[in-house]
């Protein structure tokens, strides 16, 4: 009888451990946004990626393969926020990378914070905080469901693909381009931690700088791009042509200095070097509690506003990130053991192609001339409502009205909204065009108006929306962009890998407000209190 109950109580205590390590969280969660990354990237480069970077989350992980962003603009700031909040620019307030602010009468930055200082770096760049964000972000959430215990960090060269996504609890790390080094604000320290000060001593962005960028394999065997040198990419200053190799010690001059490393794919590894920094000098997933790692991959952006989608620049970049995470995710194998750590991966938007491409291959498409448009509406408002500055600003597709003149002279605002919307419609390149009023007034429940009043916010929008034809770019022939609601702007990767993810896919819809939700439902905390986004629930039930 003792020898029965004994291995009945080993077999009792065996099922408590192994319920036990299953209730546990991962000790680390890795957030990885790519900046500009069409969805379409994971297959059309698929054949030279390595088997332990893209493809290990490709076929060990689950895969949304129908994931957008569900909102206009399709912008960085926006991007970063949306993910991380589960909420759209309405709600979380960050409607731009930048916005005109009528109560200022100026621009302001989304990332921008007047009350607080640089901390290493330069004074220009460290003005930078998450105050903008008027919501809680998943990374806020993971610190208070500890009591702060669990540790946040935010890396990227973009500051704002930083100290978005570490929220407002978070600690966040960016790239200044005058001296070259990693910085933070005042915001989160007073200094820099002494593992930073070191990781700047090494000044990796020089030693990367020292190179030429060549192709990593043949460029004759990058069959998914055009001709190397083309009338569709953007040179750099210095160099007429856009064709490999490209002496980056050489153009270092003309082409912003030692930032110029933002704009090449060792961009990308220099971001993987600072978290590896970090997540050693910070013991990042060796507590008790699960720790939050948010990496921001800020060059795929550079090199594909430059290069465009179709270009050799852009598919090396790729496949140089993919052997990178390959070796990032080798480390985490290591460090913290296959299975124990989480990973999702995303874009904060994808791209558009460029418009000389599509105009050579007989595609619709056109650039939209702003300043002709600037001009004739400036025309029709002095000549329908008198003299006067009517315009207040134009930005991010919309035009901002002055609202005090037109009281003064008695004029009904929103009447003067549709009449204005009416007349851009006249312009070429302009599909569509709504009205603040329309926004209050109406509820939009699918198409390009619900997108439009999901990036809709009534404190600091404008009067007259904007959306362009598809294909069509503001001001564009060589290089391209990003911001509308066109499925070439909102198709991006959404894919989740490790601690208790499922191996597998899906076509159905989602959208990347419904990552933070996924998480919250991984880890067992609270959803982002602004949250709109749904669990992805073939991941989070099983």
């Given at each position: 009888m003792k020898k029965i109950f004994a291995t009945g109580l080993i077999v009792v205590m065996s099922m408590g451990i192994s319920l036990a390590q299953k209730a546990e969280k991962p000790k680390l969660v890795v957030g990885i946004v790519v900046d500009q990354m069409r969805y379409e990237y994971l297959n059309k480069f698929q054949e030279r990626y390595s088997e332990g970077g893209f493809k290990r989350l490709m076929n060990e992980g689950f895969v949304m393969k129908n994931a957008h962003y569900n909102y206009i603009p399709t912008y960085t700031g926006p991007g970063h926020s949306s993910v991380y909040t589960g909420t759209t620019p309405s709600t979380h307030g960050i409607i731009g990378n930048n916005w005109y602010v009528r109560e200022l009468n100026q621009t302001i930055y989304c990332a921008e914070d007047s009350t607080v200082t640089a901390v290493g770096g330069s004074a220009k760049n460290g003005e930078i905080s998450p105050r903008n964000l008027l919501t809680n972000t998943i990374t806020d959430e993971l610190r208070l469901s500890t009591n702060k215990r669990s540790k946040v960090v935010g890396i990227a060269i973009k500051d704002r693909g930083a100290?978005?996504?570490?929220?407002?609890?978070?600690?966040?790390?960016?790239?200044?381009?005058?001296?070259?080094?990693?910085?933070?604000?005042?915001?989160?320290?007073?200094?820099?931690?002494?593992?930073?000060?070191?990781?700047?001593?090494?000044?990796?962005?020089?030693?990367?700088?020292?190179?030429?960028?060549?192709?990593?394999?043949?460029?004759?065997?990058?069959?998914?791009?055009?001709?190397?040198?083309?009338?569709?990419?953007?040179?750099?200053?210095?160099?007429?042509?856009?064709?490999?190799?490209?002496?980056?010690?050489?153009?270092?001059?003309?082409?912003?200095?030692?930032?110029?490393?933002?704009?090449?794919?060792?961009?990308?590894?220099?971001?993987?070097?600072?978290?590896?920094?970090?997540?050693?000098?910070?013991?990042?997933?060796?507590?008790?509690?699960?720790?939050f790692l948010a990496l921001s991959f800020s060059s795929t952006d550079y090199v594909g506003h430059r290069f465009g989608p179709?270009?050799?620049?852009?598919?090396?970049?790729?496949?140089?990130?993919?052997?990178?995470?390959?070796?990032?995710?080798?480390?985490?194998?290591?460090?913290?053991?296959?299975?124990?750590?989480?990973?999702?991966?995303?874009?904060?938007?994808?791209?558009?192609?460029?418009?000389?491409?599509?105009?050579?291959?007989?595609?619709?498409?056109?650039?939209?001339?702003?300043?002709?448009?600037?001009?004739?509406?400036?025309?029709?408002?002095?000549?329908?409502?008198?003299?006067?500055?009517?315009?207040?600003?134009?930005?991010?597709?919309?035009?901002?009205?002055?609202?005090?003149?037109?009281?003064?002279?008695?004029?009904d605002l929103a009447k003067m909204q549709r009449e204005i919307a009416d007349f851009m419609l006249r312009l070429p390149g302009i599909k569509e065009a709504y009205t603040a009023s329309d926004m209050k007034r109406m509820q939009y429940t699918e198409g390009r108006p619900h997108l439009l009043q999901m990036g809709y916010n009534h404190k600091a929008s404008g009067d007259v929306m904007l959306i362009l034809e598809p294909g069509w770019l503001s001001n564009s022939a060589r290089g391209t962009t990003h911001g509308s609601g066109y499925i070439y702007d909102t198709h991006v990767p959404v894919l989740f890998y490790g601690w208790n993810v499922p191996a597998g896919k899906s076509s159905r819809y989602c959208s990347i407000t419904d990552i933070a939700p996924t998480l919250s439902m991984l880890l067992d905390i609270r959803i982002p209190n602004g949250a709109s986004g749904q669990p992805i629930l073939e991941i989070s039930d099983k």
């Open positions: 100290a978005l996504p570490a929220g407002h609890l978070g600690e966040a790390y960016w790239f200044d381009k005058t001296t070259g080094e990693f910085m933070t604000s005042s915001y989160y320290h007073e200094e820099l931690p002494d593992w930073l000060v070191k990781f700047n001593k090494k000044k990796l962005a020089e030693k990367y700088l020292s190179n030429t960028w060549k192709p990593l394999y043949n460029i004759k065997s990058y069959k998914q791009s055009v001709a190397d040198n083309n009338d569709f990419e953007a040179p750099f200053i210095g160099k007429e042509t856009t064709d490999f190799p490209y002496d980056l010690k050489k153009l270092m001059k003309d082409n912003d200095g030692i930032g110029l490393i933002a704009s090449t794919p060792f961009g990308n590894d220099f971001t993987l070097d600072m978290a590896y920094a970090a997540l050693e000098g910070e013991k990042l997933g060796k507590g008790e509690e699960t720790d179709t270009s050799i620049e852009l598919e090396d970049t790729y496949l140089r990130l993919d052997q990178s995470l390959e070796k990032f995710f080798n480390y985490l194998d290591k460090e913290y053991g296959k299975g124990e750590y989480l990973v999702f991966l995303t874009a904060d938007h994808a791209v558009a192609e460029v418009v000389n491409y599509n105009k050579s291959e007989n595609l619709p498409t056109g650039s939209f001339d702003t300043r002709f448009a600037l001009t004739q509406l400036k025309g029709y408002t002095r000549e329908h409502y008198g003299e006067g500055n009517w315009i207040l600003n134009t930005s991010n597709d919309q035009i901002f009205l002055n609202r005090k003149l037109a009281e003064e002279k008695g004029l």
